[in-house]
């Protein structure tokens, strides 16, 4: 099965609401330092972040490539497609990719994406994203997490090795007498800043060091780049 569409049937599962909501507030300041008014989302998930942007009053549009995670925002009222953004109409004043989203993609798909979005600009617009530190893979992303509840029992086992982090999902679920179990595959790729100046012609204008996991070292960097 998809690994994303699996891992979106049970992330509730995992307690990372106060990291997430975190991530998601470090946004919100910058949406408005820039001052955003049409945002896009690439990677909206379930539409978390998409339901707190409107509650500050900021319009935005969410793109999934995971038919479960546009469902899931859908049945929240939130105006999401299932499309890559390659394939996605509309011209925005910012866009964002939130939470892991650019390291789900390959160096070579990487350059392709980054064009797309600037397509998906407007003249001055800004790009916002976030990437893992090789410290966040390393030390922080790396182990074996596994979490159950009445009906289901899973099992996330998470190895990087030479840039690429590959993440196994394991589902199981009750069925009667018996359990039933449904695999998956999730693979992170890490991209330092300078591979990703060099990959688009929009510009590194700011740069912010996050630490969700109360490391000293960041755990993650927040770009932001301007067509």
């Given at each position: 099965m998809n690994g994303l569409d699996l891992y979106a049937k049970i992330e509730y599962l995992f307690d990372f609401d106060e990291v997430i909501e975190y991530l998601w507030s470090s946004y919100i300041q910058e949406l408005k330092r820039v001052g955003a008014k049409r945002v896009l989302d690439?990677?909206?998930?379930?539409g978390g972040f998409m339901e707190m942007a409107q509650k500050e009053g900021i319009e935005i549009v969410?793109?999934?490539?995971?038919?479960?995670?546009?469902?899931?925002?859908?049945?929240?009222?939130?105006?999401?497609?299932?499309?890559?953004?390659c394939e996605f109409d509309g011209e925005f004043d910012v866009a964002?990719?939130?939470?892991?989203?650019?390291n789900y993609m390959d160096k070579e798909y990487l350059k392709k994406f980054l064009s797309?979005?600037?397509?998906?600009?407007?003249?001055?617009?800004?790009?916002?994203?976030d990437i893992n530190t090789l410290f966040g893979f390393?030390?922080?992303?790396?182990?074996?997490?596994?979490?159950e509840d009445d009906d289901n029992y899973v099992i996330l086992n998470s190895i990087y090795v030479n840039g690429v982090m590959r993440t196994n999902i394991d589902l199981?679920?009750?069925?009667?007498?018996?359990?039933?179990?449904?695999?998956?595959?999730?693979?992170?790729?890490?991209h330092s800043i300078e591979e990703l100046e060099d990959s688009t012609s929009m510009k590194l204008v700011d740069?912010?060091?996050?630490?969700?996991?109360?490391?000293?070292?960041?755990?993650k960097n927040l770009l932001i780049f301007q067509k």
């Open positions: 690439i990677g909206c998930g379930s969410g793109v999934d490539i995971s038919s479960q995670m546009v469902k899931n925002a859908k049945e929240r009222g939130l105006e999401a497609y299932c499309v890559d953004i964002v990719a939130i939470f892991d989203v650019v797309c979005v600037e397509n998906r600009l407007k003249s001055g617009g800004y790009f916002l994203f390393e030390e922080v992303g790396q182990g074996t997490l596994a979490k199981f679920r009750k069925r009667e007498s018996c359990y039933k179990k449904e695999s998956g595959k999730i693979i992170q790729h890490f740069k912010k060091d996050i630490h969700l996991y109360g490391y000293e070292e960041a755990d």
